[in-house]
């Protein structure tokens, strides 16, 4: 079965410091892969995606995410971080082989909070 | 495009009450789910419905009920509300593939 590791609850970084919010990820198939952005009081808003294409995906507002199979992680990442980036980001797993079947086809990490101080 | 809606945002609830939530979505696409928002657990998911006229179980079924009312609509009703369930829900749409899901505002209740 799939699951999805987000390995800190919380991380505290100062504006234009890098970011790194680590992603580890178990599955039996070729996994999707997705990070998510949720801002205070909103939805969530898809990041990047990683689909077998290249391993290192690029996303919006200067995310990107490598994937490694070798060590099963998917860590985003941004070079330098702005106060517009404080949210919860949420690491997303989807197992194509299972897609449609008893469990729907995303699993979702806990979450990992992006505070950015001045 | 709106993309996805969902009404209400806010709703107070006393045990036993029941209420529907309501989900759109305008992008034709074939899936849609509700998922439940609580703090430290992310997303689970509630019900699923892979196709028009479709819908299974997801994680956590119990105390919900859900229709398919057709391609772009998909309601999440809650018969005798318990504080439990005092949580914020999401509906999300997704096309072909198990590619990216759309997700809506949220509706946040609460149940006392």
């Known amino acids: 079965a799939q699951s999805v590791t987000q390995l800190d609850s919380h991380v505290s970084v100062s504006e234009g410091t890098p970011v790194l919010l680590r992603c580890n990820y178990s599955s039996s198939y070729s996994p999707s892969l997705f990070w998510y952005v949720q801002h205070p009081n909103k939805g969530l808003q898809l990041l990047l995606k990683?689909?077998?294409?290249?391993?290192l995906v690029k996303g919006i507002n200067g995310f990107e995410a490598e994937f490694k199979k070798s060590e099963t992680s998917f860590h985003l990442t941004k070079p330098s971080a702005h106060m517009s980036d404080a949210a919860e980001y949420f690491c997303v797993v989807s197992d194509l082989a299972n897609y449609g079947g008893s469990q729907g086809n995303l699993i979702f990490g806990k979450g990992t909070k992006l505070s950015v101080k001045p | 495009n709106a993309g996805v809606t969902q009404t209400p945002k806010f709703q107070v609830l006393k045990t036993g009450q029941s209420m529907t939530l309501q989900c759109a979505q305008d992008?034709?696409?074939?899936?849609m789910y509700w998922y439940r928002q609580d703090p430290g657990m992310g997303l689970r998911l509630i019900y699923y419905?892979?196709?028009?006229?479709?819908?299974d179980k997801g994680e956590v079924p119990n105390g919900y009920n859900v229709s398919r009312l057709n391609k772009r609509e998909f309601s999440l009703r809650l018969e005798s509300a318990a504080p439990s369930q005092t949580s914020v829900y999401f509906c999300a749409s997704t096309g072909r593939g198990p590619y990216e899901q759309y997700f809506g505002p949220g509706t946040r209740l609460t149940v006392t």
């Open positions: 992008m034709n696409h074939n899936s």
């Open positions: 419905s892979a196709s028009e006229g479709t819908t």
């Open positions: 990683y689909t077998s294409a290249a391993t």
